[in-house]
């Protein structure tokens, strides 16, 4: 029943859970030593503690896998569109030719009937813009509404990270081998007449002119083993936290 989008799945993977790979071979490295100092004994307790600690999805998680059932259940969708939510679907075939301007690649949008086109694994699902099966990976366009929104220093921004690490990770699980690197492209495309806002500068709009060169930023993204051990335990969580939900929805008036 429950049903995550990629583009929404940040709040379920924000935190840390268990411990990295580095802090594992510490404990084992500790685990493996017959006497320790008192140093060395509190590290391994520490280490023990947080591998050992129960995983606690945060308030924005739980919201989002709890609205996520109530979908199913009452039957229902949420959704809106913005003129830039808009223009990025109208324009994702011209920012994908800017892209290939720069970096003399010929890639396409995914479409329907692709191998890689619609992707699922458990609860979550999603359609990414670029699948590169040869170099496994994955490229998400980010067409940027005008001149003043477009990022010309690689931005951080936690949602959109995770929204393509989550299309390696199922890429990852479908296919049995490690879909490792991702990038984000923010692309500077002409806004369709359509969407020109009455109350701003039509130059900030009209990009023609501009040399290819400075009409793309990307940010390079990269699912570790880290990542993927973070993501199974997260998935796993709110799968147990659905069937809570679950059955408080069938319970609550009995």
């Not at 999603?126 to 001149?147: A, L, Q, T």
């Not at 009455?198 to 400075?214: A, G, I, K, R, T």
């Not at 699912?223 to 069938?250: C, G, P, Q, S, W």
């Amino acid at each position: 029943m429950l049903k995550i989008r990629a583009s929404k799945c940040s709040a379920l993977f924000t935190g840390t859970d268990g411990l990295t790979a580095k802090q594992q071979e510490t404990l084992d490295g500790l685990m493996s030593k017959v006497k320790l100092t008192d140093n060395q004994a509190t590290k391994r307790d520490e280490l023990i503690s947080k591998r050992d600690s129960p995983i606690t999805l945060g308030d924005g998680a739980r919201t989002l896998i709890e609205e996520s059932i109530d979908e199913q259940v009452y039957n229902y969708r949420t959704s809106f569109s913005t003129r830039e939510m808009t223009k990025g679907t109208d324009v994702e075939d011209e920012s994908i030719e800017v892209y290939n301007r720069i970096f003399f690649t010929d890639y396409r949008k995914m479409e329907e009937g692709d191998d890689h086109f619609a992707l699922s694994f458990l609860y979550a699902s999603g359609h990414p813009d670029i699948v590169d099966c040869e170099s496994r990976k994955v490229i998400d366009i980010k067409s940027s509404w005008s001149k003043k929104t477009f990022p010309t220093r690689p931005p951080t921004n936690p949602a959109y990270e995770w929204q393509g690490k989550m299309y390696l990770y199922m890429l990852t699980k479908k296919t049995g081998k490690h879909w490792e690197d991702g990038e984000i492209a923010y692309i500077l495309t002409t806004t369709p007449e359509e969407l020109m806002p009455d109350h701003e500068d039509d130059s900030l709009h009209y990009m023609d002119s501009l040399d290819d060169m400075l009409r793309a930023t990307v940010v390079k993204i990269q699912l570790t083993e880290d990542d993927i051990r973070h993501m199974d335990a997260r998935m796993f969580a709110a799968e147990m936290h659905a069937d809570e939900y679950v059955n408080f929805l069938k319970s609550k008036n009995k």
